[in-house]
């Protein structure tokens, strides 16, 4: 089936502790996000990519990292230096193309928690 | 100030019920417009789309007021599987951010038996 498949479902972090959250989609978009939701909070944007091999921060990026070397494969790195990593993380991708260009398509996201 | 916002409610409802959501957008540039609905501690996901001259799925329904910055959700005759958080979103179309969707913080409903 066609989709976006973030992993692992739940993950904890020591403190000091790197950690990389996977996101895959097999939907040929070229565009793809990361954002952070906290509890009653709306999403907040940490980076996008637009075209493999280039990406942009969003609103809060401080303390995370991105790559894009597939098109299919955005995978986040919440680093030591983010002090309030725990949160939903959540990947989307959109096509940039036809009708549905502006439509957003989530994956189900991985829940980060600190030990 | 925020580019989406969004009652937070909570809205409890009963079954049957017809309720309205109302979202305000700071950007006028604006030009596409969102629903969607996110589950308890599930993703997003697609509602539908607001066109300028408002449509309909359904039970819903959605308006867009360009002079106001203002879109609506309706609902008419809720169900107890409508029960959720609706998150209105907006896609900027200004200089460096264009693009990019802007999330509301989304408004809670509850339909009870």
């Keep these: ?115 | 100030r925020k580019e989406v916002e969004q009652d937070p409610g909570p809205f409890n409802v009963p079954e049957g019920a017809t309720v309205a959501f109302n979202c305000t957008y700071s950007n006028s540039a604006s030009q596409s417009f969102f629903w969607y609905r996110q589950d308890c501690r599930k993703e997003p996901k697609l509602l539908m789309s607001v066109y300028s001259s408002g449509n309909e799925d359904g039970r819903f329904t959605a308006q867009l007021n360009r002079a106001s910055q203002y879109i609506s959700l309706l609902i008419r005759d809720s169900k107890l599987s409508d029960s959720a958080t609706y998150l209105c979103v907006v896609k900027s179309d200004r200089g460096s951010t264009l693009g990019r969707l802007y999330f509301g913080r989304g408004t809670q409903l509850t339909v009870w038996p």
Excluded at chain 1, 41 to 61: C, E, H, P
Excluded at chain 1, 65 to 70: H, T
Aim: hydrophobic residues 30%; proline residues 3%.
């Design chain 1, 1 to 115: 089936d066609g989709g976006i498949t973030q992993s692992p479902k739940y993950l904890f972090r020591k403190e000091g502790q790197n950690v990389t959250l996977s996101c895959e989609q097999n939907l040929n978009h070229d565009a793809m996000y990361w954002y952070r939701q906290d509890p009653g909070q709306g999403l907040r944007l940490i980076y996008y990519s637009q075209i493999v091999n280039d990406f942009q921060k969003g609103d809060i990026a401080e303390g995370y990292s991105v790559s894009r070397e597939k098109k299919e494969s955005f995978p986040l790195t919440v680093t030591s230096a983010q002090k309030n990593p725990t949160a939903f993380y959540l990947c989307a991708s959109s096509s940039g193309q036809g009708a549905s260009k502006n439509i957003q398509y989530f994956g189900a996201g991985t829940r980060l928690s600190v030990l």
